[in-house]
């Protein structure tokens, strides 16, 4: 996973904080393989949060743990490529955390706005926009991470969900700003499907 024709392109992973902050984890030890694992763990207690939490606070919590998800999804990379720790298994602790990071949010997010079933859409989506994508590499193709709804969307449109539907039930006591998030992140991890097959036939096609 760690390697050129594989990676996410991030633009935060030119920056001077994201190489700082890898630099600081390379120095205290810490591995690409486990801050994949530590992810999981944020991901695990964001949705803790999102469930249990009394509102806005379960919001507010559920949305530091989409960042902190996502930091760690970030510096795993960096830690293995740029810091020199990759190993045998980091394709496997890369992908497998994420895929179960990606449904404990997206599963959790239906149950808080009462339509579980649309929190299970969306997670299935999400996790055949990266089958797909891994499909495309096993043709021989480079993987495609172009969206409109790709990881770095859903969990960005999450958080903005996250953090104004907190306002909005301070202000209201509604959840529409919440409701209208799961619906974009499920259409649009459905329409990603559907531009990622297209894209593979095409280069398929060129061939």
Request: charged share 15%; aromatic share 8%; glycine share 12%.
């Amino acid at each position: 996973m760690f390697t050129p024709q594989a990676r996410r392109p991030l633009a935060s992973r030119s920056t001077r904080w994201a190489g700082s902050l890898a630099s600081i984890a390379v120095r205290a030890g810490f591995t690409a393989d486990g801050i994949s694992v530590l992810s999981l763990i944020f991901a695990a207690a964001g949705t803790a949060a999102l469930l249990w939490l009394p509102r806005p606070w379960n919001l507010l919590v559920g949305a530091v743990g989409v960042q902190l998800r996502l930091l760690c999804n970030l510096l795993d990379g960096m830690v293995a490529i740029e810091g020199g720790r990759k190993s045998k298994l980091g394709v496997l602790y890369n992908e497998v955390p994420d895929r179960l990071a990606d449904s404990l949010f997206l599963v959790s997010l239906g149950y808080v706005v009462g339509i579980p079933w649309l929190g299970w859409l969306a997670a299935l989506a999400a996790a055949v926009t990266a089958y797909i994508r891994v499909l495309g590499g096993t043709f021989g193709l480079a993987q495609d991470f172009r969206g409109p709804m790709a990881k770095q969307h859903r969990m960005a449109v999450m958080t903005a969900g996250c953090v104004l539907g907190a306002g909005e039930f301070l202000w209201s006591g509604g959840q529409y700003v919440l409701v209208a998030a799961a619906w974009i992140i499920a259409i649009g991890a459905v329409a990603t499907c559907g531009t990622r097959i297209r894209a593979i036939a095409r280069e398929l096609r060129a061939r």
